[in-house]
C-alpha cells in the first residue's frame, strides 16, 4: 500500500511561484511513473505533469509548459512541482499520484492506482 501526502499549496499573487511536494510512504516509488493533477471547482480533474520512473522522461500539460517543472527524489521517495509565473486559472486542488507503470508518463487519471489527499493552491489577481 502507498500514502501520498502533498504539501506546500498556499495563497500566492499571480506572478508568483509556489513548489509542491508529494512524499510517499508505505513503499517506494522509484519504480513508478508520478502525476500531478488538479481541479478547479465545477470542473473535472485535469493532468498537470507527469516524471517516469528515472526522472528522465516528463510530459505537461500545455497549459502548464514553460511554467512549471516535476522532478522527483527517488532518495527521499518524493516528488516536486515548481510552478512558477502563477496565473488566477491555476487555482485549484493539486494531487499527487502514483502509476506502477513505472516507463509510462501517463496523462490519464485512470492509469493512476495512488492518490494524495490534495493540496489547495490559490492564486489571487
Known amino acids: 500500500q502507498v500514502q501520498l501526502v502533498e504539501s506546500g499549496g498556499g495563497l500566492v499573487q499571480a506572478g508568483g511561484s509556489l513548489r509542491l511536494s508529494c512524499a510517499a510512504s508505505g513503499r517506494t516509488l522509484s519504480t513508478y511513473t508520478m502525476g500531478w493533477f488538479r481541479q478547479a471547482p465545477g470542473k473535472e480533474r485535469e493532468f498537470v505533469a507527469a516524471?517516469?520512473?528515472?526522472?528522465?522522461?516528463?510530459d505537461y500539460s500545455d497549459s502548464v509548459k514553460g511554467r512549471f517543472t516535476i522532478s522527483r527524489d527517488n532518495a527521499k521517495n518524493s516528488v516536486y512541482l515548481q510552478m512558477n509565473s502563477l496565473k488566477p486559472e491555476d487555482t485549484a486542488v493539486y494531487y499527487c499520484?502514483?502509476?506502477?507503470?513505472?516507463?509510462?508518463?501517463?496523462?490519464?487519471?485512470?492509469?493512476?492506482?495512488?492518490w494524495g489527499q490534495g493540496t489547495q493552491v490559490t492564486v489571487s489577481s
Open positions: 516524471i517516469n520512473w528515472t526522472g528522465r522522461n516528463t
Open positions: 499520484a502514483a502509476c506502477i507503470y513505472g516507463h509510462v508518463v501517463a496523462r490519464t487519471s485512470s492509469e493512476y492506482g495512488y
